[in-house]
């Protein structure tokens, strides 16, 4: 019954924004570092952004430092990734993911738990 499901994906044109969530179910996300990632045609999966759970640091990678930012609502159980102004280059599946010891010093490790993707395509 643990889940994780992302939602807001779309298609989306260079210079937009979307608002992605990501609703647990089955436990709660209070002590888990989340993180989101993304994974392009051809390409390997990477860390996009994660919030830790003890201090709540957050991190980005240099790709989308300053157009990304990240949030957790603890009391509604969810994390949410906001993306401003996008590029053809952000096009990929973007997979929500949890782990207790995730983000751990900024680390894209330890992921207990998956979400099944949203699609992102930037594209005029």
């Known amino acids: 019954q643990v889940q994780l499901v992302e939602s807001g994906g779309g298609l989306v044109q260079p210079g937009g924004s979307l608002r992605l969530s990501c609703a647990a179910s089955?436990?709660?996300?209070?002590?888990?570092?989340i993180g989101w990632f993304r994974q392009a045609p051809g390409k390997e999966r990477e860390g996009v952004s994660c919030i830790s759970s003890s201090d709540r640091s957050t991190y980005y990678a240099d790709s989308v430092k300053g157009r990304f930012t990240i949030s957790r609502d603890n009391a509604k159980n969810t994390v949410a990734l906001q993306m401003n102004s996008l590029k053809p280059e952000d096009t990929a599946v973007y997979y929500c993911?949890?782990?207790?010891?995730?983000?751990?010093?900024?680390?894209?490790?330890?992921?207990?738990?998956w979400g099944k993707g949203t699609p992102v395509t930037v594209s005029s």
């Open positions: 993911a949890a782990g207790a010891l995730l983000c751990y010093r900024g680390a894209y490790y330890g992921v207990d738990y």
């Open positions: 089955g436990f709660t996300l209070d002590y888990y570092g």
